[in-house]
């Protein structure tokens, strides 16, 4: 049952350009949203949320947005760096749930 | 703040044996959840922890299980290991869990099974 999916297993883009990240889910209870940043042999990183009575978040260089009616959201990395190539997770929670959700995971590649 | 803190980083078991893992959240959070990674798949839940009761569990056998303790620390164990349970565990804490909190998660624990 996979209430969160990240359909692209990898993306590969230009250092400078914009890196666009993308997850679905099923569930319209979810209310919470996540991305996470994971390097190999470490702990996944948070990077920013995002309210489901928000359509947009913006932190630096990371810009989340959640569109509700079509349950996606997405993540924009501008402009992107070599040092971000990782491992990106989605992830949505449910009020009184008391669990977080992962998506499989986008692997990013940064080419100098 | 010190982060989310896991023991062992790494360990190599042997089928049938059984496995206990630590995990110290970060100052102040009171809810635990473990995770499991194996190659090529998401992160896994096992199980959420609050003031030592376990609030939700995820689709793992029985072999798995955890408990917190009165000062928020926590274990999962894993019985009778199977070659299957070769994975990286984490842990992650919150203030109060999933409730429109974010979770910190540790740098794991490291199981090989052979």
């Known amino acids: 049952d996979q209430q969160v999916k990240q359909n692209s297993p990898s993306l590969s883009v230009q250092e400078g350009r914009i890196s666009i990240l993308n997850c679905d889910y099923t569930?319209?209870?979810?209310?919470?949203f996540l991305w996470y940043k994971k390097y190999p042999a470490e702990g996944p990183t948070f990077l920013i949320s995002?309210?489901?009575?928000?359509d947009k978040n913006e932190d630096g260089r990371f810009t989340v947005f959640l569109n509700k009616s079509a349950k996606h959201l997405s993540l924009h990395i501008v402009p992107s760096q070599p040092g971000d190539s990782a491992v990106y997770f989605c992830?949505?929670?449910?009020?009184?749930?008391?669990?977080?959700?992962f998506g499989a995971g986008t692997r990013l590649f940064v080419k100098a | 703040k010190a982060g989310v803190t896991q023991t062992p980083r790494y360990l190599i078991k042997t089928r049938g044996q059984q496995v206990t893992l630590s995990c110290s959240p970060i100052?102040?959070?009171?809810?635990v959840s473990w995770y499991q990674q194996t190659p090529g798949q998401g992160l896994q839940f096992l199980f959420e922890y609050f003031s030592e009761t376990q609030r939700n569990k995820g689709n793992f056998p029985g072999r798995f299980s955890g408990r917190q303790f009165s000062n928020s620390r926590s274990e999962m164990n894993v019985s009778t290991l199977e070659l299957g349970d070769s994975a990286l565990y984490l842990c992650a804490s919150s203030l109060m869990g999933a409730k429109g909190n974010t979770i910190y998660f540790g740098e794991g624990s490291w199981l090989t099974v052979v």
């Open positions: 569930n319209s209870m979810f209310d919470y």
């Open positions: 100052s102040g959070h009171r809810s």
């Open positions: 992830a949505a929670s449910v009020a009184g749930g008391f669990k977080t959700i």
């Open positions: 995002i309210s489901s009575i928000k």
